[in-house]
């Protein structure tokens, strides 16, 4: 199902299958295309449909998670259908407004050392000082377009190419909580202690993930994040101010 | 009120119908593998349908039951036994304290669900008590069972009283069968080799012809590399028309996504929320618990369906699951059986 010619953006409705439709905002990783993605999941968490179990947002697509049950008791024979006229009816009705300011969370980050051993690496690489490197990370306001891939986990974008370092050949057995690293373009936290091949040039003291708060994400999509250098005496006092 | 575990089996978890509401934040929906005999299996013992179930997996656990209940066993047949008698499926059996159930031999299928009036008294964890043990999330402590752990139980809708004059107690015999039981045409049509139905995945025309004609003439086998996260199958490989930069998206329990070496792989119950390989196609809900009872080395077939008709094969098995759920309040209230559909 295409989007007619009201509707702000371009826009196509596809089923996953008997309870998840996709919407599909565009093919690329890019920053107006993930507002848009961000407004129409905002869009529909505003005016929820009856059924409606749970949104969850990626680079270029939105997929709404539905209770076909619920909606064919309300009078739907095919629970699909009136999901994605839902869905169109919400998104031509619409209007072209910047999205509301996204909430930006400071992320402290204890570079190199015995926290961030690959920095060296990294900074070799390109024939940079550490201090420098620390410095183009530390500068941009990185993107959350999404969460994945583990829980808490943020696909972040706006890494400087400056900095930017192919994986490492052999992945580390095991990388701590809170590793921050750097795999080709993009940067990333660890929530969770896992094998991997990243680059890791840093540590936060933050904890990323935590199944008792609520939301249980320190980092949400749509939100800015900016790492802030500490030493390590404050990573340190950090995590016993926390105990 | 409690279980004990005596030996916990090949790998036994507690599970329910999954952690929702929490993908949007990468947390894994988890939940029984085959939810249908998961589901069943709570309805026959008088709970509601999502209550903390045992998951066991090929070589089942031996569990003392600490106090008289009621179980029910329900998904692959795995010889259960109590006191070293074997019992049926997809029945309410009444336990007398003492009781010990274990298993045999592999019949058919390779999970079997465990259901016990009043369900496992474990915390939730973010909405759920499903084990995800690769985060150590949920379940009893985050992770399978272990010899000596104690399962505590919660109070039962019914009392054991109510419970007890659906049965004929026979003084001396620690274990009672009801006369309740499923018409098995509303089971899922569980087979070795399972031909499962799909509908076009996301990429599906992005396919070059051959592998969309592979994909419904061949047959996949499933490789030991597989488990509740996903299985991967071995067979004729499905490749692109041309390769494609793919952008991380949503998956689900059920898709097909297939690796550049055209090798596809099913995402089962502790997939993650998104992933980055193309998906040619989407197993429809009601064959999943067909599917979830496949072991490594059986073949699966594919056959495809419209959205419509796995639609309507949807709405009709939870209409199917909801007639049951009233069928059997009534015959724990009152003792009558009302007729299947």
Redesign the interface.
Known sequence: MKGRKCSPFPYKI???????V?IELG???DEIIHQRVKRLNDALEERAFLGL?????????L?V?YD??LI?KAGNE???SFVCSYIKDLIESLDDRSPTLPNLVEIPVCYGGEYGPDLDEVAKFHGLSLEEVIQIHSEPSYLVY????????P?LGGMSAEIATPRKHTPSLSIPIGSVGIAGSQTGIY??STPGGWHIIGRTPLTL?D?KKS???LL??GDRVRFRPISKEQYIQWKEGKR | MSILVKHPGLFTTVQDQGRHGYQKFGVVVGGAMDLFAFRMSNLLVGNDQGEAGLEVTLRGPELEFLADTVIAICGGDLSPMLDSKHVPMWRPIYIRKGCVLHFGAIQTGCRAYIAIAGGIDVNHVLGSVSTYTRANLGGFKGRALQKGDILPLKEPFYTIEKYRQQFNLIKDSSVSISKFSLNHKVLPPYRNNPCVRFVRGRQYDDFSSEAKRRLVTSSYRVSSKSDRMGYRLEGPALMLQEPKEMISETILFGTIQVPPDGQPIILMADRQTTGGYPKIAQVIFVDLPILAQVKPGETLTLQEVSLQVAEQLYLKQEATLQFMQKRLRLYWETGVLINQK
């Open positions: 596809m089923p996953l299958n008997e309870y998840a996709t093919d690329q990783i179990v749970e949104i969850v947002m990626t680079y270029t697509t997929t998670f076909p049950t064919a095919f629970p699909y999404m969460i994945g891939f583990a829980p808490g986990f696909y929530p969770i993930f199944s939301p249980p994400s949400q999509a």
